[in-house]
């Protein structure tokens, strides 16, 4: 016993000094005061991706999809979706091959999704310009093809599930609270009153639209929370998220937003009351309610002065054009993957 005592704590000095040597090297290549804070934040990262792999994955969930960083530019510098990306790969990998804890399964929806990211990567050959796609493909493409699959295998309880539901919605009151607050200072508004989030930073939230998109996903958890049988904690957070994203949304007077939470109100409506008939006039309700709330009418564009399609429909017209020409053209491969827009003029 005395000597396995020995060895585990040769061994555990030998894992210090190599730590400490690696820290030293990057010190040494990056000379900077904050490097081995970086260093062991990263590094206190990693172990909590090995011992708790979906929390760590979750978190890099809600910073990419929300764009937290973007949101809170404090959050900016420090790089954390590639942290806990980077941290999620490698506790999956410890996992899957070291400690075999989790077997890879391969379900009907991972294969179709396998088949489409092979023929997408096989479509660079044929793009319209190969060295974009490509370019894409090595920045982007693959990351999301990789987290695809630690998100399908890391869960492994229900309660996962409900950890996922409960930092949507946290992330969604993030960027609703966010959003409030530059619609009341006048911050980032585009059209004079649509507001938007993180302009400064070419946001993918800097479209009023896209913002919408992003707070229309938690709303529907958020609804999902307030349900009987949940928590009471769960069930007021629901609430707060409810009472704080919807406002967000109203603020964007994206007319897609509207839609969406016309499509979310039905689709519950349908579940949990047991009329058709209650459920279609509480839709109607909402979308007049709604409609007046947003001021839609007023839009500089799409408002209800100007006649015939506005600017922004006849865009996506010309786009869902564009999209079935590029099918119709090469139904197999397609234009190449972040080729729509070079390619854009030559489908219209």
Same mark, same amino acid.
């Given at each position: ?47 909590? *991706? ?64 396998? *088949? ?46 409900? +950890? ?20 009341? +200072? ?81 689709? +519950? ?52 054009? *564009? ?26």
């Amino acid at each position: 016993m005395e000597a396995q005592g020995g060895l585990r704590s040769f061994a555990d000095l030998g894992v210090g000094l190599a730590a400490s040597a690696v820290l030293a090297g990057l010190w040494y290549v990056q000379p900077d005061p904050l490097t081995p804070v970086a260093v062991t934040g990263f590094a206190v990262l990693l172990v909590s *991706a090995i011992a708790r792999p979906f929390l760590v994955c979750l978190a890099f969930i809600v910073f990419s999809f929300f764009r937290i960083h973007e949101a809170y530019p404090a959050l900016y510098t420090l790089h954390l979706p590639f942290a806990l990306g980077a941290a999620t790969v490698a506790g999956l990998a410890v996992h899957v091959f070291v400690v075999r804890s989790i077997t890879p399964v391969w379900s009907p929806e991972l294969k179709w999704f396998a *088949a489409f990211f092979l023929l997408t990567t096989a479509g660079i050959l044929f793009a319209y310009n190969r060295d974009l796609a490509w370019a894409f493909w090595g920045d982007v493409y693959w990351k999301i093809g990789l987290m695809t699959l630690a998100v399908a295998w890391l869960p492994r309880s229900a309660r996962d599930f409900q +950890y996922a539901a409960v930092a949507f919605v946290i992330g969604g009151i993030l960027v609703a609270a966010v959003t409030i607050y530059n619609r009341c +200072y006048g911050i980032d508004l585009v059209e004079l009153s649509r507001v938007t989030v993180g302009r400064e930073l070419n946001s993918l939230l800097a479209d009023p639209n896209d913002l919408a998109l992003v707070l229309l996903f938690p709303l529907s958890f958020s609804i999902a929370l307030t349900m009987s049988g949940n928590l009471p904690l769960h069930r007021f957070l629901g609430a707060a998220a409810i009472a704080t994203i919807l406002p967000a949304v109203i603020f964007t007077q994206s007319r897609g937003g509207l839609l969406g939470v016309l499509a979310v109100v039905f689709a +519950y409506g349908l579940r949990h009351v047991r009329s058709k008939s209650i459920v279609i006039v509480l839709t109607v309700s909402v979308a007049l309610l709604l409609y007046a709330a947003m001021g839609i009418s007023g839009r500089i564009s799409g408002g209800g002065s100007q006649e015939g399609l506005d600017e922004s429909a006849q865009e996506r017209l010309s786009a869902w054009g *564009a999209a079935v020409n590029m099918a119709a053209s090469r139904p197999l491969t397609g234009v190449g993957v972040a080729n729509f827009a070079p390619s854009f003029f030559y489908y219209v």
